[in-house]
């Protein structure tokens, strides 16, 4: 499979150079040349086989078979349970629990596997990389479980100061491993991801210092979180259309559904879950994108106003035209809008749906659930839950996406339900561990200054 630029100036460049590439070098993200469409049955396929098989999709023959089922083994095998994405049955709708990898969230399917690819990438070819990425809060964690102690690579990691969770900042800041740094931005996620993309369009420096990514920017993250929206349909042995309810900030992990229901998985409607960040949301409601400010909420790795996958989205929905996405984010970056007419909204609500929950609300959700069913949720998920419930149609069946464990989400969730949800093994002793990292302004050229001093040559 080759791959191409969302704004059309890069083409033809293959898995491993996309993978490598992160960000397009025109300043665009990179896609497959075409999507394909699966015509086998797969339901009999467990979480590993199905992995291999839909990636194979995605990658041809540029990976050995064998060689990709030992990452695929190896990516897997961190996580605490044989099925890898388990799906319970809780008040009438479908929870999928994408959080059983080593950080608790869901950005471990797919970075667990990204570590694991880029070892094999550099080690092919005797290099090596520095790997640059913005977090609200899960991403960090799970791509430095990903890529620490990993041979021939360092990792840069920028947060928000203050603004993930004591845990979250933890689960960052406590690992030991040399080739992993911690950089606090005296700012909001917005910020940081900013930094990291104009850091990324310098070209000059990307190469000098050999910069990769693992934002959700990264076609490799779209491609792990397809294998869930299959797996999770099979696992509930229906044979009809099914709605997803998918807790939103970046638009990854959505798209990566939007992806599997162009392959073909019978998905009726995406549901698009906001927290009071509701950009995307609107959106889908108005057909207007429009950047507001950052509110930070108790479900903050959704704290969120621009969403970086949206252009690949905006993409599709534009029929593939690089030019036409080039100039609607021009006009985004210019005027911070884009809007889009009645008949292009009505493509938009073909396949998703929208709604945000409130503070309130998700707070409300956490509490009725866990009454209704013992269960508990992680605000990130009762938001996903609550707009789910919200819009769903009651004939068919209710996916949604649980994308971290309650445990990393102390104080919101004792707020909901009176009590602090047990904490696993794995973030016992954390509290203890000792901190590492550096504070920098939201700064690109301190940032860049940090890197020269701690980057791999
Ligand atoms: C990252 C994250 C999200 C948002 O996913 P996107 O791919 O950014 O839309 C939701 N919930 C949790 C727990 C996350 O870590």
């Given at each position: 499979m080759l791959y191409k630029s969302t704004r059309s100036k890069v083409k033809n460049i293959s898995f491993i150079q996309a993978v490598k590439m992160g960000l397009a070098d025109d300043g665009g993200l990179l896609v497959p040349q075409y999507i394909p469409v699966v015509e086998e049955n797969l339901s009999s396929l467990n979480f590993k086989e199905l992995a291999l098989y839909l990636m194979k999709m995605y990658i041809g023959d540029e990976i050995e078979e064998n060689t990709l089922w030992r990452l695929i083994q190896k990516s897997y095998s961190s996580f605490d349970t044989e099925k890898i994405v388990p799906v319970v049955k809780k008040a009438g709708i479908y929870i999928a629990e994408l959080f059983h990898g080593p950080t608790l969230a869901f950005k471990d399917i797919a970075l667990q596997f990204l570590g694991n690819l880029f070892e094999y990438i550099l080690q092919e070819e005797g290099k090596k990389m520095n790997i640059l990425g913005a977090t609200s809060g899960d991403t960090g964690s799970a791509a430095i479980e990903g890529i620490k102690g990993k041979k021939n690579m360092n990792i840069f990691i920028l947060?928000?100061?203050?603004?993930?969770?004591?845990?979250?900042?933890k689960q960052m800041t406590t690992v030991k491993d040399k080739n992993v740094f911690c950089i606090a931005i005296k700012g909001s996620f917005d910020d940081c991801q900013y930094i990291v993309k104009k850091i990324f369009s310098d070209s000059e420096f990307k190469k000098k210092y050999m910069l990769g990514a693992v934002n959700s920017i990264n076609w490799t993250r779209i491609l792990a979180q397809i294998?869930?929206?299959?797996?999770?349909?099979?696992?509930?042995?229906?044979?009809?259309?099914?709605?997803?309810?998918v807790p939103t900030g970046n638009f990854g992990n959505i798209f990566?559904?939007?992806i599997a229901k162009r392959m073909g998985l019978n998905i009726d409607k995406l549901i698009l879950a906001t927290n009071e960040n509701d950009i995307l949301s609107k959106f889908v409601n108005t057909g207007i994108?429009?950047?507001?400010k950052v509110v930070n909420t108790i479900s903050p790795s959704m704290d969120i106003q621009i969403a970086s996958n949206f252009e690949r989205y905006?993409?599709?929905?534009?029929?593939?035209?690089?030019?036409?996405?080039?100039?609607?984010?021009?006009?985004?970056?210019?005027?911070?809008?884009?809007?889009?007419?009645?008949?292009r909204l009505q493509t938009v609500q073909v396949d998703f749906l929208s709604a945000k929950a409130s503070e309130t609300e998700t707070i409300e959700e956490i509490r009725d659930f866990y009454r209704e069913t013992g269960y508990i949720l992680d605000p990130h998920t009762a938001v996903g839950v609550r707009v789910g419930r919200k819009l769903r149609d009651k004939e068919?069946?209710?996916?949604?996406?649980?994308?971290?464990?309650?445990?990393?989400?102390?104080?919101?969730?004792?707020?909901?339900?009176?009590m602090f949800p047990p904490i696993p093994p794995s973030l016992q002793d954390i509290e203890k561990k000792k901190e590492r990292f550096t504070v920098i302004d939201a700064s690109i050229k301190k940032v860049k200054t940090f890197i020269e001093q701690h980057a791999l040559r």
């Amino acid at each position: 499979m080759l791959y191409k630029s969302t704004r059309s100036k890069v083409k033809n460049i293959s898995f491993i150079q996309a993978v490598k590439m992160g960000l397009a070098d025109d300043g665009g993200l990179l896609v497959p040349q075409y999507i394909p469409v699966v015509e086998e049955n797969l339901s009999s396929l467990n979480f590993k086989e199905l992995a291999l098989y839909l990636m194979k999709m995605y990658i041809g023959d540029e990976i050995e078979e064998n060689t990709l089922w030992r990452l695929i083994q190896k990516s897997y095998s961190s996580f605490d349970t044989e099925k890898i994405v388990p799906v319970v049955k809780k008040a009438g709708i479908y929870i999928a629990e994408l959080f059983h990898g080593p950080t608790l969230a869901f950005k471990d399917i797919a970075l667990q596997f990204l570590g694991n690819l880029f070892e094999y990438i550099l080690q092919e070819e005797g290099k090596k990389m520095n790997i640059l990425g913005a977090t609200s809060g899960d991403t960090g964690s799970a791509a430095i479980e990903g890529i620490k102690g990993k041979k021939n690579m360092n990792i840069f990691i920028l947060y928000p100061y203050g603004k993930v969770s004591p845990i979250q900042q933890k689960q960052m800041t406590t690992v030991k491993d040399k080739n992993v740094f911690c950089i606090a931005i005296k700012g909001s996620f917005d910020d940081c991801q900013y930094i990291v993309k104009k850091i990324f369009s310098d070209s000059e420096f990307k190469k000098k210092y050999m910069l990769g990514a693992v934002n959700s920017i990264n076609w490799t993250r779209i491609l792990a979180q397809i294998i869930y929206y299959f797996y999770a349909y099979f696992q509930i042995s229906t044979e009809g259309s099914v709605y997803f309810s998918v807790p939103t900030g970046n638009f990854g992990n959505i798209f990566a559904g939007f992806i599997a229901k162009r392959m073909g998985l019978n998905i009726d409607k995406l549901i698009l879950a906001t927290n009071e960040n509701d950009i995307l949301s609107k959106f889908v409601n108005t057909g207007i994108y429009k950047k507001g400010k950052v509110v930070n909420t108790i479900s903050p790795s959704m704290d969120i106003q621009i969403a970086s996958n949206f252009e690949r989205y905006l993409y599709y929905l534009f029929d593939e035209d690089g030019e036409k996405v080039r100039q609607l984010m021009d006009t985004f970056s210019k005027y911070g809008e884009i809007k889009i007419d009645k008949q292009r909204l009505q493509t938009v609500q073909v396949d998703f749906l929208s709604a945000k929950a409130s503070e309130t609300e998700t707070i409300e959700e956490i509490r009725d659930f866990y009454r209704e069913t013992g269960y508990i949720l992680d605000p990130h998920t009762a938001v996903g839950v609550r707009v789910g419930r919200k819009l769903r149609d009651k004939e068919k069946p209710l996916i949604c996406l649980a994308t971290a464990h309650p445990a990393k989400f102390q104080k919101p969730v004792k707020e909901s339900i009176g009590m602090f949800p047990p904490i696993p093994p794995s973030l016992q002793d954390i509290e203890k561990k000792k901190e590492r990292f550096t504070v920098i302004d939201a700064s690109i050229k301190k940032v860049k200054t940090f890197i020269e001093q701690h980057a791999l040559r």
